[in-house]
């Protein structure tokens, strides 16, 4: 392994530190800080434009991250799925609405924080600089996928590959050196934004509330168990 | 005792993972049929509780908003709370706060009965959830309610010299920014007639042209209080809807909370309660409500809002229920749900159910409070007492006595004239329609109100009778009759409404909660877990 020190800085270091924070910091602050896990809603104080921006950008985002995540753990059936060019096609476009609806969901959001002074107020430095991640990647994603096109292919075959080495703890970057710089980018920000999560609101997504749908729909609380 | 019953606890949760859930119990056959055909006489199928309940009797309150200021400034005086009254005190007719919460169309909240019987909520059900979780469609916004606001009095200080005296203008509480104030809470306050605000009360649906011209005209021209707290239902939706789990009811007092710890800003419940007694704190990104000031409970005060309450309208005091029949009783038609939701209610006098409830953990000390309980009286004894909106099927735990209303009166010429010469009028002639009433507090039924208003009637008959005598015994007597009270009944009902003392008003079951707690929880975390009180600071995200 003869990467160069900058490579090995940014694709090795860099995402173990940041996995390492997620990890850490998510654990700590759900125990010593449970009352901050919250969605922080703004619904309550604007409540027309937060559909047009809060809807595309979740769903936008869920389905991508999905993609991204679906590619890195069975990359074989993606490559399987992309042998018919009609197959491929249909992702690929099916991958770029997503990401133009994310993106466009999440220009409505800025705008909607940055033009409404009542959210302005509940709107923290925090929050702008994850704007700013969220909107740089968004961008450079959207750029790979009309300007390095198959990327659900090359994912598969490269990146990978790649990430299962960082969580074998092999680390191999010789598959990344060769990417684009754009491709580079787009993944040293990912790995940044998994570290910053902890210290964001995006916690929230680690208490979706799946339970819901299968407790029983009343909570009691007792101090003790009645005796029968 | 306490630490037998603890037992069983490790841990900091205490939710009980085998609670019986009252909406599913239908499901388990041995159950469901047993529910169906069980008499009160077989107490095994029974599963008693017992509930911390209120009852508020309309016509004592006289609108001094005390109880609202009481409230305001032990519990909601805090950042992203401003604008939150858990407890506020409504003109009806009017649109109340916030603005027009009884249109359900419009806020979807409550339970709806669908075509098979069986109940959903209305706003985001467990099918829903999904869908509605990042934009809760039926969330009403600040809007709704009111921006909260202050004056600028340091302008009063600062403004530069100039010919006029300089102003404190109001100014947002959110922004800081001035705002032109447009409404806020209790903005209709006594304004009935008002074209504007008593027209618009839902409660109005179903009256005939001519009854809501009268309400409207000056000679007629009506209204009275409605103070307002949560309910602490029975059939919670506020608890039902939340997808976190972090609402919950106390299984020893009924009292329904907010882990604050748990909430996560889905905003389910806001929507979901259909007296809008949810409220979302904008600043911390959690949901608030009413706790009935459970820590005063716990020392055995009664809530600052009962406490204060000058027109000492306000009653408190156990009921025993039978749990297991609640899912049956919620989704009952809407013309039998204030006779169901009675027959949940127990005779705390009766063996089978101190037996019963006995084995059901329920301790002598609130067995005893249930018997002396003013609650009982008023709701089960005598029947005054209704809940209001039952159809929204969620059970509420807080009656109210319906208030008498002035005599209707008509002006043809230049005099004005009424239409009953009776010293206590006849209540259908009473100003305020019947069906307002019955749509408030009868789930649209207006043989329980009547029932309640002719008793209260026929008690001002016979006590007019005994201390005044200008009616004699023989008239008085006949009304009780037609009332179907008797005369000690009728002492007792004037006893409680005009004499009463703190300790008749409030009898405050023994909950010794404080042992337990100390003994299995860090205190400050167990501020956080039940509504109020936060580790490390009230702030927002990290
Ligand atoms: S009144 Fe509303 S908040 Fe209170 S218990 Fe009932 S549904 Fe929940
Ligand atoms: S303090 Fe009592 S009398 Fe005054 S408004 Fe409140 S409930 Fe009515």
């Not at chain 1, 924080?113 to 968004?138: E, H, N, P, S, Y």
């Not at chain 2, 869908?131 to 302008?155: A, L």
């Not at chain 2, 010293?423 to 009547?450: C, T």
Request: a neutral charge; charged letters at 20%; proline letters at 6%.
């Amino acid at each position: 392994m003869n990467a160069r020190p900058m490579d090995q800085f940014l694709f090795i270091a860099l995402p173990y530190v940041c996995l390492f924070t997620f990890l850490l910091m998510t654990i700590y602050r759900y125990r010593q800080q449970s009352f901050s896990y919250s969605s922080l809603s703004s619904q309550f104080l604007e409540n027309k434009q937060h559909f047009w921006a809060v809807v595309p950008f979740h769903y936008g985002i869920l389905a991508v991250t999905a993609g991204h995540l679906i590619a890195f753990l069975i990359p074989r059936s993606i490559l399987a799925w992309n042998s018919h060019p009609l197959r491929l096609y249909i992702l690929e476009i099916s991958a770029l609405v997503c990401g133009l609806l994310t993106l466009i969901g999440l220009i409505s959001l800025i705008a909607r924080r940055g033009t409404t002074t009542r959210i302005r107020k509940v709107t923290t430095v925090t929050d702008w600089i994850l704007f700013a991640m969220l909107l740089i990647q968004t961008v450079s994603g959207v750029a790979i996928a009309l300007f390095h096109p198959w990327g659900s292919s090359w994912f598969a075959t490269n990146l990978s590959p790649y990430l299962w080495s960082i969580f074998k703890l092999n680390p191999d970057v010789s598959f990344v050196t060769a990417m684009p710089h754009l491709v580079k980018l787009h993944i040293v920000l990912a790995f940044l934004t998994i570290g910053f999560f902890p210290f964001t609101r995006l916690v929230h997504l680690l208490v979706i509330p799946n339970p819901y749908l299968w407790r029983k729909t009343q909570v009691v609380r007792w101090y003790g168990r009645k005796s029968e | 005792m306490a630490a037998g019953r603890m037992g069983g606890l490790c841990g900091t949760n205490f939710e009980d993972p085998f609670e019986r859930n009252p909406l599913t119990l239908a499901l388990s056959p041995s159950r469901g049929e047993g529910t169906k055909q069980r008499n009160k006489q077989d107490p095994t199928l029974m599963q008693i509780r017992s509930q911390v309940s209120m009852v508020f009797h309309l016509d004592k309150c006289i609108g001094c908003h005390t109880c609202s200021v009481a409230c305001k400034n032990v519990w909601t005086d805090r950042k992203g709370a401003e604008y939150m009254w858990w407890n506020n005190v409504e003109t009806k007719p009017g649109t109340g706060f916030p603005t027009k919460w009884e249109d359900q169309e419009k806020y979807k909240g409550g339970f709806e009965r669908n075509d098979d019987g069986s109940l959903s909520i209305k706003s985001t059900s467990k099918k829903k959830i999904i869908p509605n979780i990042f934009h809760n469609p039926h969330m009403p916004s600040m809007d709704d309610y009111y921006e909260p606001w202050t004056y600028d009095y340091q302008n009063l200080f600062t403004a530069k010299e100039g010919s006029d005296q300089p102003t404190a203008g109001p100014i947002s509480m959110i922004d800081g920014e001035k705002i032109d104030v447009q409404s806020g809470p209790n903005w209709d306050d006594d304004l009935g007639g008002s074209e504007i605000y008593a027209a618009n009360d839902p409660n109005l649906a179903g009256l005939t042209e001519q009854q809501r011209l009268q309400l409207s005209s000056v000679e007629r021209l009506v209204f009275f209080y409605l103070p307002r707290i949560c309910n602490h239902c029975l059939n919670p939706c506020c608890v039902a809807s939340c997808p976190s789990g972090a609402l919950y009811k106390r299984g020893e007092d009924g009292i329904v909370l907010i882990d604050q710890q748990k909430c996560r800003a889905w905003r389910s419940c806001v929507a979901a309660c259909p007296y809008k007694k949810t409220y979302f704190n904008w600043f911390t990104g959690k949901s608030e409500k009413c706790i009935l000031c459970f820590p005063r409970l716990e020392t055995g005060q009664a809530p600052a809002c009962f406490h204060s309450c000058v027109g000492r309208i306000r009653y408190l005091g156990v009921l025993l229920y039978d749990a297991d029949r609640l899912e049956e009783v919620a989704k009952l038609p809407d013309d039998e749900l204030v006779e169901g939701q009675r027959s949940l209610i127990m005779n705390p006098h009766d063996p089978a159910v101190i037996a019963q409830a006995k084995k059901d953990g329920i301790s002598d000390g609130v067995i005893e409070a249930a018997q002396n309980s003013p609650v009982y009286k008023f709701v089960m004894e005598w029947k005054i007492a209704l809940p209001p909106h039952i159809e929204y099927r969620t059970l509420p735990m807080l009656f109210y006595v319906p208030p008498m209303s002035p005599v209707q009166a008509s002006k043809p010429e230049d005099t004005i004239h009424h239409n009953s010469n009776n010293l206590f009028h006849d209540i259908d002639d009473s100003r305020v329609p019947m069906k307002f009433l019955a749509n408030l507090f009868g789930g649209g039924q207006e043989g329980v109100v009547r029932y309640a208003l002719a008793k209260q009637k026929a008690v001002r008959w016979h006590r007019r009778a005994e201390t005044v005598g200008d009616i004699d015994r023989a008239t008085a007597d006949r009304m009780l009759h037609e009332a179907n009270c008797t005369r000690e009944e009728a002492d007792a009902i004037y006893k409680l409404t005009a004499l009463c003392t703190y300790e008749e008003r409030f009898v405050i079951p023994p909950m010794h909660r404080e042992q337990a707690i100390e003994m299995m929880k860090e205190p400050h975390e167990h501020r956080a877990e039940t509504g109020f009180g936060f580790v490390g600071g009230q702030t927002r995200g990290m």
